[in-house]
C-alpha cells in the first residue's frame, strides 16, 4: 500500500510536470497579455516598460525556468491583473467552488442513489418509468439554459430565491469561509448546486438503477431470498454493497470535473469560485493564474483517483493495491 | 364559515406584514443602492493598474486634482483653479480642509506623492505614466499651490491630471498594492470609503460623510460583478439590484417594455470603427475572387477604401444592430467633445457610387477579403462586422468574417496581420487629441505616436498639424488644429468610423441615474425619485 501511494506520488509530478509545460507554452503562444492589459492611450515606451515589468519581454525557456525555480520555493507567480499570488487568489476562491461542488454532489447522491433503485427494483412501474424519462432531461438539457430558466423562474417570476451571488459567510472553525451555515447562504446555494448537480443526478440514477437491474438477476440475491432474509436487507446489503464500487469511481471522477468544470454554473449565477477565476484570467491572458489553476486542478484529480482507489480495497476486498509489474 | 374566517383573517395579516416590509424595503432602499457591474475589479490601488473597473470603484474612493462632468468637461476637483504661469508651466490652487477618511488634511505633499507613486508601483500591467512622465518638474510654492513644468508647451495638463488619483501620503507611503486590496491603506477623500474588496465578487462602500462637496444619497453601496450579461439582466428583474450597467441591446425591449424598470443611455466617448491595412505589400487577407493574392494592397487606394465606405449602411447598422443604441459617425468624437468637427458626416450610403469608384480603382469585379473583429468587447462587436461584411459584398467584394477575443485578437491586430478589421476607442481625456496621436498619426516609438495605429497610416500633414496641436495651449487655436487634422484624415479615409456607441444602464423605476459620456457606473449620480 505505500509503496503504491509513493509511486503513485512520483508519476504524479511527472504529470505535473508536463502538463505546466504545455500550458505555459500554450498561453505564450496566444500571444502577449500587454496589448489587452495596457490603457490604449499608453505610449510605445510604457507598453514596453509594463513588458520588462512582467518579465514578458525574455524568451520562453528563460521565463519557464524563473517560474520552475519559483515553484520550487512553493511560488507559483503573482497574477498580473491582481498583483497577488496566483496560489493565493485560487485558495481564496476554492473554498465557495468546493462549497458548491459538495452540495451538487450531495444533492446527486442523496436523490440519485435512491431514485435509481426504485427505478431498478420496479422498472415496469410508472414512478420507475417516469424518473428514467427524467434523468434524460438531466442529461441532455445544456447547463447554462437550466441555469437561466431556474433563475427566471425562481428568482424573477416567484421571487424566492436570490438570482446571484454567494450570500453571507461565515468562518468555519475560523478559518474558510462558507455559506451553508446561515439560512440566507443556503439560499444563494440552492439553485446554483441544483443546477449543478443535474448532470450527476441523472448519471447516478442510471448508472444505480441498471446496476439494481442487473444484481437482482444474480444468483446470491436469489439466494439470500431463498433464507429468507428480509427485504431490506437484500436490498440494502447484498444489492446495494454490489453495486457501489461503479458508482463510487463515478462520484470520485465526476467530483473532479465538478470542481473543474463549475464554470458554466459559476458564470451564470456569478458565483465567486475558481471557475470564474479560470475563465477571467483566460480572458486577459493571465498566465499565473491559468497555469496555477491548471496545476490545482491536475493536483486534485491526482488525489481522488488515489482516494477511489483506496476506497475500492475498502468496499472490495477482493482488490489489492499492488502496482502490476512492467 | 370558520375556514373562510380564519382565510380573511390570514389575508389581512399577510397584508399588513406584506405592508410593513415594504415600507421597510422602502426606508432601506432609500439608503442603500447595490448595482451591478459587468467587469472584474482587479485591484483597489489607484496606481496599479488604469483599467476601467479599477477606475470606476477609485472614482468612489479617491478625488483627483481636477474631474469630469457628464459630458467629459473637465470641472474642479481637489483643485479650485488652474492656470498657466508660462506655456510650459501650470499652476493648481488646492482646495482648502479637505480631510482624508484616516484624519490627515490634504496638502500639496500628498499631491506631489501620487504624481511619485504612479510611475513606481511594482509589477503594473497598465501603469497611469502616460499622463505624468510629461512633468519634469514638481513645485510646491506653498500647502495649497502647486507647479508643473514640462519640457515643451503642453496643453493637456489638466486633462492628464483628470486620471490621476490622489492617495494620502501618510497612508500610502511604503503601501504595496495589496494593502489597498485588503483594505488598510485604501484611504481617500473621496465620497466613499472602502469597507470590503472581495476579487472576483464584490465591493462594499460607506459613504464618507466627511466629504467636502455635495454628499451622495446613498449610505451603503455594493457593486456586483456579474459578467454575464443575462445573469446581470436577471439580477435586475428579480430586483437582487437596483441598476446594472450595459444590459444587452437585445433584451433593451423586455426591459423597456416593464413597467418597474427604467432605461437610460448616453452617446459614449468610444468610437467603433475599421482599421485598413496601409502597407506597401501584398495584404495578407486581401485575394482575388479565385483566392490567389493580390500583389496589390489595393486598400492603399484611396477610392477602394471611399467605396468600402460608401457601401456601408450606418444608419441601418445603428437601427438595427444596435436596436438604436448608436449614431453613425464620420469622425473621431462626438458633438460635446472637444475638437469635434461640425457638420462632418459620415459619407451616404451609395452602392452605385461605391461601384463605380471600385470600377475606377481598377476593380470592376471587386476582390476577395477576410474582415476581422474582437468578440464581446465593444457592444454588439460580432454582429457589426458581420454586418459590414454583408455591405461590401453588394458592391462585390467578398468578404469572409472572422472574429476572436480581445486577447488574441489585439496581439495580432497589432502585428498588422490583419487586412481589414474593426476596434474601438474611448477618447478618455475628452479631446480629440486623444484618438489623433494614437490611432493616426505615424508610428513613432520615440515620440510616442501612433501607439495603437494598427493599420500604419501615414500623412505627414495630418502628424504636422497633431504634433502641432499636442503643443498649442491657446484653446481656441487647439481645437482648430485638431479639427483639421481630423479633416484631413477622414478625407483620407484614414480609419473609417461607424459609429459612436450608447453606453445603457437599467434600473429600477425609483432610481434614477445621470449618464456619463466616460461610461462610468457611478453610484453618488444615481438618486432617488418616486416610483
Redesign the interface.
Known sequence: MLVFIIRRSLQSVVVLFAMSLLVFAGVFA??????????????????E??IA??GLDKPLWEQYFTFLAGVMHGDLG?S?????PALG?IL??MPATLELAFTAMLIAVVLGIPLGLWAGLKPNGFAGRAIMTGSILGFSLPTFWVG?ML??VF??ML?WL?????GPTTLLLGLVPVSFLSVDGWRHLLMPATNLALFNLALLIRLTRSGAHEALLQDYVKFARAKGLSNARVIGVHVLRNILIPIVTVIGLQFGALVAFAIVTE????W?GMG??LI?S????DRPVIVAYLLVIVTFFIVINLAVDILYSALDPRVRLTESKG | MRNSRFRRALAAGLAAAALAASVVALQASAQELRIAVAADVTSIDPHFFNLFPNNNIAEHIFDKLVQMDPDSKIIPGLATSWKTVDDRTWEFKLRKGVKFTDGTELTAEDVVFSLDRVPNVPNSPGPFSAYTKAIIAKEIVDPYTIRFRYAAPYPLAPNDLSTIYIVSKKAATGAATEDFNSGKVAIGSGRYRLVKYTSGDRVDLVRNDGYWGEKSPWEKVTFKIIKNESARVAALLSGDVDAIEQPPTADLARIKGDPKFTVTSKISHRVIYFNFDHLQRVSPFVTDKAGKPLDRNPLLDVRVRRAISKAINRQAIADRVMEGQAIPSGQLVSEKLFGHVPGLKADAYDVEGAKKLLAEAGYPDGFSITIHGPSGRYVNDEKIVQAVAQMVSRIGITAKVETAPMGPYSGRAAKQEFSFHMVGWGASTGEASSPLRSLLATFNRDKGLGAVNWGRYSNVKVDYLIEQALQQVNDENRSVMLQNATKLAMEDLGIMPIHFQFTIWATKKNVAYTPRTDEYTLAFQFRPVKG
Open positions: 496566444i500571444g502577449n497579455p500587454i496589448d489587452i492589459l495596457i490603457n490604449p492611450q499608453a505610449d510605445q515606451i510604457d507598453r516598460r509594463a515589468a512582467l503573482r498580473f491583473v491582481h498583483s497577488t487568489l481564496e476562491r437561466l433563475i427566471m428568482s424573477v421571487g436570490p438570482s446571484n451571488g454567494r458564470s451564470v449565477f456569478a465567486p470564474k477565476l477571467d483566460i480572458g486577459v491572458l
